[in-house]
C-alpha cells in the first residue's frame, strides 16, 4: 500500500478537533513544520524514513488515525549514505588502541613494611599493658 491519502486523513482528523498545527505540535512535541510534511505528504526532508515512521505513529495515536496499513510503505530496504555529513566524510581513519603496557619495576612480593609496624604496635602495647 502507498502513503498517498494518509496525509489527508490527518488533517481532517486534526481540523475536526479544532487544532492547529502549533496546537498539534505542542501536544505530540513535534515540530510543526514536520507536521505539515506529514499532512503534505512529504517525507523528502526527514532524515530518516525511520524517523517519518515514528512522527507517523505518534501523530496517528494522537489523532486516532489507524496508520499500520500505511507503514509497510517504510518497510523497503532504503540506501544509507554520509552524504551531507561533512563530519563523517571528512574525518581522518581512527588509529588502532594502544595497549596498556604493565610496569614490572614494583616487586609482586607483599612489602613487609606493614608487618614491621604491626609487630611494634604489638610489642609497645604489651609493655604498656603491663606497667
Known sequence: MTIEGLG??????RLARGLTLDEAARMTKIRPSRLAEIEAE???QFPS???AKG?????????DVDVTPYLEAFEGPEHVTVDGYSYLQDNPAPKPARTPTVDRTISNRMSATPLVIGI???IVGFFFMKL
Request: aromatic share 30%.
Open 49 to 51: 524514513l525511520a524517523y
Open 8 to 13: 489527508k486523513k490527518f488533517q481532517e482528523a
Open 120 to 122: 611494634m604496635v604489638f
Open 55 to 63: 512522527f507517523l505513529l505518534i501523530y496517528g495515536k494522537f489523532l
Open 42 to 44: 512529504d517525507f523528502s
